[in-house]
């Protein structure tokens, strides 16, 4: 069973600060992996991409990935209130499917 | 540009009923995903068609449940009959296809079966 593995949280961070979200993944040929947003009771919504380690860069997110360690994280500089929402890490595995985890609710408190 | 295009946004009745959901994805995507999201199971692949084949329905619950993609604009996802444990936010997505394309998701439809 491909496995997809984030925490739920809530995770709490004041305004301003930085939000450092964590998946890791079972699927040593995972090819692609994806940062969604979902704010509630709306449609999940790309934000990151990311194909080979290292980190990536776009605006105020940076993705991480760590193919070795199967680990990828989003980090969000200078958060927001608006940025609450679900973060949804999704996977593309060795075929074709993305699995996504089950989400980590991210809350930044004005 | 238009995104995928779900609907109905809503859609409210009573078990025992046929429920018919549609979908246009974007143009030019050759990949459409079917997604059921529950807060118990979380985000969960339906089925999948590439150039309008279905190529995976491992993902579909019961035999209740089937899927059409008659062309590049246009799926279904049909419930016959309809049961309360189907109640679910249903999205679908499209893509280009490559492993390197991400999917971009519909609004969803919202189903409540009573």
């Known amino acids: 069973q491909k496995e997809v593995e984030q925490n739920s949280g809530p995770l709490s961070v004041p305004e301003g600060a930085i939000a450092s979200l964590n998946c890791t993944y079972s699927d040593r040929g995972s090819q692609s992996f994806f940062w969604y947003r979902q704010y509630s009771g709306k449609s999940p919504e790309l934000i990151m991409s990311?194909?080979?380690?290292g980190d990536k860069e776009d605006g105020r997110f940076t993705a991480q990935l760590n193919k070795a360690s199967q680990y990828v994280s989003l980090l969000i500089r200078d958060s927001q209130p608006s940025d609450s929402a679900t973060y949804l890490c999704?996977?593309?595995?060795?075929?074709?499917?993305?699995?996504f985890g089950s989400g980590t609710r991210l809350l930044v408190r004005p | 540009d238009a995104g995928v295009i779900q609907s109905p946004r809503h859609e409210v009745t009573e078990m025992g009923q046929e429920v018919t959901l549609r979908c246009k994805p974007i143009?030019?995507?050759?990949?459409l995903f079917w997604y059921r999201q529950t807060m118990m199971r979380g985000l969960e692949l339906l089925i999948y068609f590439n150039n309008n084949v279905p190529i995976d329905d491992s993902g579909m619950p019961e035999d209740r449940f089937s899927a059409k993609m008659p062309n590049a604009s246009f799926s279904t996802l049909k419930i016959q009959p309809s049961e309360p444990r189907d109640s679910a936010v249903y999205f679908c997505?499209?893509?280009?296809?490559?492993?390197?394309?991400?999917?971009?998701f519909g609004d969803g439809t919202r189903l409540s079966i009573l």
């Open positions: 997505a499209s893509s280009w296809e490559g492993a390197d394309q991400p999917q971009h």
């Open positions: 990311i194909y080979s380690n």
């Open positions: 999704a996977v593309r595995d060795s075929s074709y499917k993305l699995i």
């Open positions: 143009s030019g995507h050759n990949s």
